[in-house]
């Protein structure tokens, strides 16, 4: 007697699954570590971005000098130089924190302040998940980075190796 019937063995398709198993465990760390990447790109990107307002705000307010938060920078009442998003400070997986680090006293500038300097840092939200390094930069508009990443704010400074 003949078997008429048609379709897979259930062999067969344990054996399509585990191709498809094996497939996605060598293709998910590769999507992983190019989201990864992508959120350093688009961090760098943006602390570019916030540089290049922060010169372009204090060539417009020479009484003030740099913007003394990005809110002063971000939509209105800001100057609407960056995003409302960027101007919160986190994007990307990645959380901005913006400070002056250098004032002079000014007679004749808006509060008694002139802001001279500031720095920028970058830091992943969840280090080794959202980014691997940590970046910083100022005035000079030099992103430098820390790797691996670490958790908390201004692990990169100064002293930090520059982006080539």
Known sequence: ????????????????VAIILIIAAIAIP?????????????????????????????????DIGFPANLAAIGPA??????????AGGNKSGYLFTYAITVTSPCPTCVGGIHNDDFSLCGDPTAPQRTGD????????????????????????TIASLPIS
């Open 1 to 16: 007697m003949r078997n008429n019937q048609k379709g897979f063995s259930l062999i067969e398709l344990l054996i399509v």
């Open 30 to 62: 590769n999507l992983l570590r190019s989201r990864m990447a992508a959120n350093e790109a688009s961090a760098v990107g943006s602390m570019k971005t916030i540089v290049t307002s922060s010169v372009t705000y204090s060539s417009t307010h020479p």
């Open 77 to 86: 009442p800001g100057d609407n130089l960056i995003d409302a998003q960027l």
């Open 133 to 156: 390094r940590n970046f910083f930069t100022e005035a000079s508009a030099v992103i430098r980075f820390v790797t691996p990443a670490a958790a908390g704010p201004c692990v990169a």
